[in-house]
């Protein structure tokens, strides 16, 4: 059995700030708190005796400083990115407030986005190449806890992958889920939205 730990990154805005939509051609740092965030899940795993096969990471600077927390924690180095753990493309919504991201594609396509994964008109996503390397992933075979750090946009779609929607498909930051993987591929999932 191979457990996998999808990890979404910490805070890159503060809470006094106006956060805004953030995706791939974003490369944001944590703030303190995504810092903090990123302790905590470095803490937590250091803390449950797991055995890590891999950690491996998003390209964004947001995603590695997380996984680099949790290295640091852990003793386990990180073993590189892989480009499908990256951000999806906002398109005309990149970088936007909110509260005009909601004003120019409306409360529905976000519940979609949020519930289905169905992206909203001029996001650039490719859903079935990311299905397709979450299948791929699974496929492999391999043994043991993998743990890998990314963001929302990404995360989903392992859930979608497994055929294991959920009423949210959403991982609020510095939040994890767990899947388990059998031996024939088969993928069950043991928590999402979890925070330490």
Not at 30 to 42: I, P
Not at 58 to 66: D, E, G, K, V
Not at 119 to 139: C, E, G, L, M, S
């Amino acid at each position: 059995m191979r457990r996998l730990f999808i990890i979404r990154h910490g805070n890159t805005f503060a809470s006094s700030a106006q956060a805004c939509r953030i995706g791939s051609r974003t490369d944001l740092p944590l703030v303190e708190s995504g810092h903090a965030q990123a302790q905590r899940l470095g803490a937590w795993f250091a803390s449950q005796d797991l055995a890590i096969s891999r950690l491996l990471t998003s390209p964004l600077l947001r995603a590695r400083q997380t996984a680099q927390a949790i290295a640091d924690a852990i003793g386990h180095a990180p073993d590189g990115t892989r480009d499908w753990l990256g951000e999806i493309d906002h398109g005309p919504d990149e970088g936007r407030p909110e509260e005009e991201v909601l004003a120019r594609i409306g409360a529905q396509a976000i519940a979609d986005w949020d519930e289905r994964a169905i992206a909203p008109v001029d996001w650039i996503v490719d859903a079935d190449a990311r299905i397709a390397a979450w299948r791929t992933y699974f496929a492999e075979g391999a043994e043991g806890v993998d743990l890998l750090v990314t963001s929302n946009g990404a995360a989903r779609f392992a859930l979608l992958a497994a055929g294991l929607p959920l009423g949210s498909l959403k991982l609020r930051t510095g939040a994890f889920g767990e899947l388990a993987v059998d031996a024939d591929g088969g993928v069950t999932l043991a928590q999402w939205d979890a925070r330490p």
